[in-house]
C-alpha cells in the first residue's frame, strides 16, 4: 500500500483528485446546465417546472450535504461516497431515456449523490500532514474544478455540434467522464479516525471564518452566475453566443490564480484575502459605469481572480483550523452554506433587477461584500489560522480547542 505522505504517495492522491475532480464537476456543471433544455425543448415542461427541478436537484444536493454526509462516520461515508459515483454513472442513462415522469427522481438521485460527493472531496484534499504539501493539494483541488468549467462546457458544445442539438445524447457521451470518477473514487481517501464529531464542528471557528471568506465573493458570483449573459445582451445589446464570451476570461483568470495558488501556496493568507475582496468591491462599483464590452471584460477578468482565490482561502481555513474528526463535518456544513447562497441569491437577484435594472442591482452586490468582510475582519483578523505557518503548527494542533473555538 502507498503511504499517502510520501512523495510518490502525494502524487497518487494528486493525480486521483485531479482525476475525480474534473469528472464530478464536469458531469455536476452538465447536469446543471443540460436539465432544464432537457425538460423544456424534449419533454415539454412550463418555465415553472423547469424551475421546479432544477431547484429540486439543489435540495437534494443540500439535504446530503447537510443533514446527510455530518451523520455518517468515514467507513459508511467511503461505501456511500462510492455508490453515488455508481448511482451518477446509471442516471446519466436514465436522463438519456427519460420521460416526463422517470425525470423527476432522477433529479432528485443526482442532487443527492453530488451532495455526498463534493464535500468528501474536499476533505479527501486536506488529509495529508504536511502543511504546505496539503494546501497546495487544496488548490490543486480547485485547479480541477476551473479546468472541469472549461473542459466539460467544450466537450458540450462539440456534442451537441455533432448531434444536432440532441440534448439527451449529451448525457450518454458524458458517461465515460462519469466512469473515470468511479474508477478514481475507489482511491479517494477518508480521515482515519475513530470518532467523528458532528457537534463541535457545527460551532467550529474556522468553519464560522471560511463562511463569511465565501461570502465576500459567492453573494456576486451566484447572481453572476445566472444574470452575467442577460446583463451583457441588456447592456451592450449583442448576440448571445457573444455576450457568454466573458465567462471565458473569467475562468482563464481564475484557472492562472488557482494554479499560482498551487505553485506558491500562502503561509499568511490575510493580504491575499483582503486584495481579493478589494478587487471584487472594485469590480461590482465599476458596473453602473461600464462604456462599452470591452470594459465588461476586463470588469471580468478582474474578478476571475477572486474567484479563483477566494474558495480555495476558504477550504484552507477550514484544514488549518479544523482536527481531522471534525472536517468532513466542517466541510458538508460549509458546503450546504454554498448551495443555499446559491438556491437564495438569484431568486432575490432577479427579483431587485426587475425593480432597479442591473446595473445598479450589481453595484448594490457591494453592500453584502462590505458587510461579510468588515465582520471577518473585525472578529478574526487577528486568529493565528490566517498567518498559520510551520513555526506554530504544532501549537496549533496541541491546542486545538483554545484556537477553534470562543
Known sequence: MINKNSRNGILFTAVIIMVMTIAMRSTNNMVITTLPLLSKIDLGFSKFFVGIISALLYL?????????????????????????????????????????????????????????????????????????????????????????????????????????????????????????????????????????????????????ISILTITTYNVPFAALSIFLTLFAISRFHISGALAYSPYIYFFAVSFITRSFMTVRPFNSIKSPLLISIIITAAALAAFPFLPNFLSFILVMMLLGIPHGSVFPLSTIIISRGSSLEERSAVNSYFMAYNNILFMIIPLVFGYIVGIIGYSVSFFLLIIP?????????????NDEIFSYSSSNKGRVRKNASKIIYK
Open 369 to 381: 461584500v462590505i458587510v461579510s468582510s468588515v465582520a471577518l475582519y473585525w472578529k478574526y483578523s
Open 60 to 208: 437534494f444536493t443540500f439535504s446530503a450535504t447537510f443533514y446527510i454526509n455530518p451523520r455518517l462516520s468515514a467507513s459508511p461515508r467511503r461505501f456511500l461516497f462510492i455508490i453515488s459515483n455508481i448511482v451518477i454513472t446509471v442516471l446519466l442513462v436514465l436522463y438519456f431515456l427519460a420521460n416526463y415522469i422517470i425525470i423527476w427522481p432522477v433529479s432528485a438521485l443526482a442532487g443527492f449523490s453530488y451532495g455526498m460527493l463534493m464535500p468528501n472531496l474536499i476533505t479527501s484534499a486536506s488529509l495529508i500532514n504536511d502543511q504546505k504539501t496539503r494546501e497546495r493539494l487544496i488548490s490543486l483541488y480547485s485547479v480541477g474544478l476551473s479546468l472541469s468549467l472549461i473542459i466539460g462546457p467544450v466537450f458540450e458544445d462539440y456534442i451537441l455540434s455533432i448531434t444536432s442539438n440532441n440534448y439527451r445524447l449529451v448525457f450518454l457521451y458524458f458517461v465515460p467522464i462519469a466512469v473515470a470518477g468511479l474508477i478514481a473514487s475507489i482511491w479517494i481517501k477518508f480521515p482515519e479516525t475513530k470518532h467523528e464529531n458532528r457537534k463541535r464542528a457545527f460551532k467550529n471557528r474556522s468553519l464560522k
